[in-house]
Nanobody, 117 residues
Framework: QVQLVESGGGLVQAGGSLRLSCAAS????????MGWYRQVTGIKRDLVALITSGGSRNYANSVKGRFTISRDNSKNTIYLQMNSLKLEDTAVYYC???????????WGQGTQVTVSS
């Protein structure tokens, strides 16, 4: 069973920083593409960033230059360093893992990020 556990969300002032973490269970972490989506209530979930097994990264245009995704295969964990946070970054952030061996995408429970003025 795949389990993804996010942490690091919270309340921060605009211009501040937060680092999200997502710890994954199982032995396939190093071969999986992983990433982060975010969702505001009532709006579709949007991709924020992803990182492939080879370390390639993609970012949404809205976060380029401010957010950095990384992975630590020794800890089965990915991170999202979020700097220069804006009010519009407020959302629930979801970690995901693509498991080709299981034929699906798996999600964490989400962590709330709230940016205040």
């Amino acid at each position: 069973q795949v389990q993804l556990v996010e942490s690091g969300g919270g309340l921060v002032q605009a211009g501040g920083s937060l680092r999200l973490s997502c710890a994954a269970s199982g032995s396939m972490f190093s071969t999986s593409t992983m990433g982060w989506y975010r969702q505001v209530t009532g709006i579709k979930r949007d991709l924020v960033a992803l990182i492939t097994s080879g370390g390639s990264r993609n970012y949404a245009n809205s976060v380029k230059g401010r957010f950095t995704i990384s992975r630590d295969n020794s800890k089965n964990t990915i991170y999202l360093q979020m700097n220069s946070l804006k009010l519009e970054d407020t959302a629930v952030y979801y970690c995901y893992q693509d498991r080709a061996d299981l034929g699906g995408r798996y999600w964490g429970q989400g962590t709330q990020v709230t940016v205040s003025s």
